[in-house]
Nanobody
């Protein structure tokens, strides 16, 4: 079964950190992305990385605060989120090629 399973969301104070994980199984994917969707807003790109190589791309709103990484042996992609801001909350989704995870909720308190 091909699936992506996110974890690591939760409630954190502004300025705090969270690390999201996306565990992939059932297929080998070529490119991974993290996206987020806040209530009443469209889903937006956050970060991406290919499964091989060291390239990473970030939305301007998270550059310098978020870092995407992967563990190829464990088939897990991470999103380290530091200096979280009140505008960062939402459901964070992992996407790999045509596959989507169920999302994990991130909340930031002032």
């Amino acid at each position: 079964q091909v699936q992506l399973v996110e974890s690591g969301g939760g409630l954190v104070q502004a300025g705090g950190s969270l690390r999201l994980s996306c565990a992939a199984s059932g297929a080998t994917f070529s490119n991974y992305r993290w996206l987020r969707q806040a209530p009443g807003k469209e889903r937006e790109f956050v970060a991406s990385t290919p499964w091989t190589g060291f390239t990473a791309y970030y939305a301007d709103s998270v550059k310098g605060r978020f870092a995407i990484s992967r563990d190829n042996d464990k088939n897990i992609v991470y999103l380290q989120m530091n200096s979280l801001k009140p505008e960062d909350p939402g459901v964070y989704y992992c996407n790999a090629d045509d596959c989507w995870g169920q999302g994990t909720q991130v909340n930031v308190s002032a």
